[in-house]
């Protein structure tokens, strides 16, 4: 069994052949949207499965294109639980985009607040302090995917009750290691970030999470089938958080 908590499930190039092998696999899949506007067609993806969940998001490097469809966003809030990807990007292209990210992420976590929390899945690349500053306070549970901030800023997270998703491709770095050993086991998931993310110069699929905890129970010093059952726990108790 496998656990994908950040996957765009909609942007393989053929969507519905991956679903169909996640759902033949019994894969658990948070399936993100970069725009509110992608809600529909990706909800279709999880037609038939109890293991696919679609996020509702707006991702900060289109929040300069698709800051119009913060109303749609607004509307479709109450048909999920779950919210993502959503955040800030600094990083070079992006950065200069900043005020338009900021009132964009504010006004949806405002919304999320508004509504009494979701679970959400949180881009943070080059700008992890801004969003913990953002997120702090807001209701619901940030889960932050392929964290990249410094340890400082990753204790923070920790301190303020964050989450995090850890994949392949960030398992592959000391320095994504060293995050992993500072995460409470209590407070990890694994993802891909597929269909954007490679190991070993290869695409990664929503199955190939089970990478992720290989390399996480290497971590964790501890036989996989372990880090397989806390994994598991892990995402029981983030599905029954009311």
């Not at 190991?199 to 929503?206: A, I, Y």
């Not at 129970?217 to 996989?224: K, L």
């Amino acid at each position: 069994m496998s656990i994908d908590m950040h996957c765009h499930l909609d942007l393989y190039p053929d969507p519905f052949k991956v679903a169909e092998e996640c759902k033949r696999r019994g894969t658990y899949v948070l399936s993100v949207t970069t725009t509110p506007k992608a809600w529909d067609g990706t909800c279709k993806l999880a037609d038939g499965s109890r293991r696919i969940r679609t996020a509702l998001g707006l991702h900060p490097q289109l929040a300069h294109q698709r800051s119009n469809e913060l109303e749609l966003f607004d509307t479709l809030l109450p048909k999920t639980k779950y919210v993502g990807e959503i955040g800030l990007d600094g990083g070079k292209g992006f950065k200069e985009h900043w005020d338009v990210q900021l009132k964009v992420l504010r006004h949806m976590l405002s919304s999320v607040n508004h509504v009494g929390g979701r679970i959400m899945t949180i881009h943070s690349r080059g700008a992890a302090s801004a969003v913990l500053e953002e997120i702090k306070g807001i209701s619901g549970i940030p889960m932050l995917h392929w964290f990249t901030g410094t340890s400082t800023q990753l204790r923070k997270a920790i301190d303020q009750g964050c989450w995090f998703s850890v994949g392949p491709a960030m398992l592959c770095t000391k320095k994504g290691r060293e995050a992993v050993s500072m995460i409470p086991k209590s407070r990890i998931l694994t993802e891909t970030d597929g269909p954007f993310a490679k190991f070993k110069s290869g695409v990664l699929m929503p199955w190939d999470s089970a990478i992720a905890t290989k390399l996480i129970s290497e971590v964790w010093g501890c036989p996989q089938e372990i880090a397989t059952e806390i994994l598991k726990d892990n995402l029981r108790n983030l599905a029954n958080t009311k």
